[in-house]
């Protein structure tokens, strides 16, 4: 239930700070090139709070539906205007101050995402030394030299301070079927030079565990013990008896002594009964266990719904990324460059073909996610604001009808032909638009009821 509270709350809050931060961007802008705007409302339907300030009366809202938001405008397709505010309404703006103040709400997401990455490598973001600690066998990495003891130094030049920095360039990369020249330092503290071959990599590869499932790479940390430090609620061990702290010790007779034991032992044994004997509180239990079969990667495994408890890391694989202002900003620009690349990139993939529409996520996984980050702390969460403003600010400069990208692609098309689109090609065009969305809502929803069954 906790849980749950969290995932609302932080969901609500997210969603609302974006849709601030976008329709803020409108504002302001329309702001400054003289349009009047009416109403700055954050949600959708009944407000539930409202004030008129400024010279304009500009109505501040809060409505009941807060998944989204929007600024009205004074516009004179929407209702009569008075003859002194006719210079004011947007549908009398120029072309350029039209296009700027639609652009306004995108840029605004992208500057909000380059600010919190800013803001973050100025105040220092802890993380894991780039150090190897295992490279699996006939991997890209075991083919490219890749050794254990190697400290990643840096990345066709790219410096390298902790193992996720560069994680959205190798991304790039993997797309482009590239060859990445690594530079590290190995065991014995030499410099030397790696080249990994990405050209095998597939587009479908491409995600959160690119570096260590398809490239080959570990980092070092220390090996978990068999000891549980996360259960599901409502999961076969748990309903066993089984308890968060208990250490296992064995499994059907066989003592364990690495959380890769247990695991390696319940995922092969899917619908058979285990004898489970943990150690508690200085004295030995057993539990009758039967691991649930699910289905990961096409391949059936057992679960029985536990998680480790991770091991401190120690203080000499950890690290402190920090930065000046002026090396923060850049860092802020490149990442959010990347990742807004990165997002069309992928769009542009599922096109094709090449990358599964399963990857698309909604409200469901946003929720999840947003309710997790804001468990692990503050940190976490506004990283999580900040992917979710870049996506955002992707998806309103795409072309189609009804999101900002679409209204941009009409003031074009009214600039080359010099006057504007007919009202039934504007209809026509919405509709579509809308269609688009409909259907990619239904897509979205889909996957997350999706991953929820599974």
Known sequence: MINFIYMVFA??????????????????????????????????????????????KTEWAI?????????????????????????RAFNRQSIPKRIAIVLAGPFFNFAFAILVYSFLLMAGVDGIRPVVGQVAPNSLAERAGFQSGDELLSVDD???????????????????????????????????ERLLDLSSLSAADVGAGLLERQIGLFPALPEPEPVIGSMEEKGVAAQAGIKVGDRIVAIDGRPVTTWQAVVTAISTRAGETLKIQV??????????VIPQAVEVGGQRIGRIGVGVQRPE??????????????SALTEGIDTTWRMSSLTLKMLAKMLVLEVSTETISGPLTIAQYAGASAQIGFERFIQF??????????????????????????????????????????????????????ALMALAFYNDFTRLLH
């Open 385 to 438: 604001l900040a992917v979710v403003s870049i996506s955002l600010g992707v998806l309103n400069l795409l072309p189609v009808p009804v999101l900002d990208g679409g209204h941009i692609l009409f003031y074009l098309i009214e600039g080359i032909r010099g006057r504007p689109l007919s009202d039934a090609a504007l209809h026509w065009g919405q509709q579509i638009g809308i269609v688009l969305l409909i």
């Open 11 to 56: 969901f609500v809050i997210a969603i609302s700070v974006l849709v601030v931060v976008h329709e803020f961007g409108h504002y302001w802008v329309a702001r400054r090139l003289g349009v009047k705007v009416l109403r700055f409302s954050v949600g959708f339907g009944k407000p539930l709070w409202s004030r008129r300030l400024g010279r304009d």
């Open 158 to 192: 790219y410096k390298i301070e902790s193992w996720d920095q560069r994680r959205l360039y190798l991304y790039e990369r993997a797309l482009d079927r590239a060859t990445v020249r690594f530079t590290v330092t190995d065991k014995d503290r030499l410099k030397q």
């Open 313 to 326: 890391l120690p203080e000499e694989l950890r690290v402190r990324v920090q930065h000046g202002p002026l």
């Open 279 to 288: 150690e508690r509180d200085g004295a030995t239990q057993e539990f009758s």
């Open 63 to 87: 409505a009941a539906i807060p998944l989204g938001g929007y600024v009205k405008m004074l516009d004179e397709r929407e209702g009569k205007v008075a003859k002194r505010d006719l210079a």
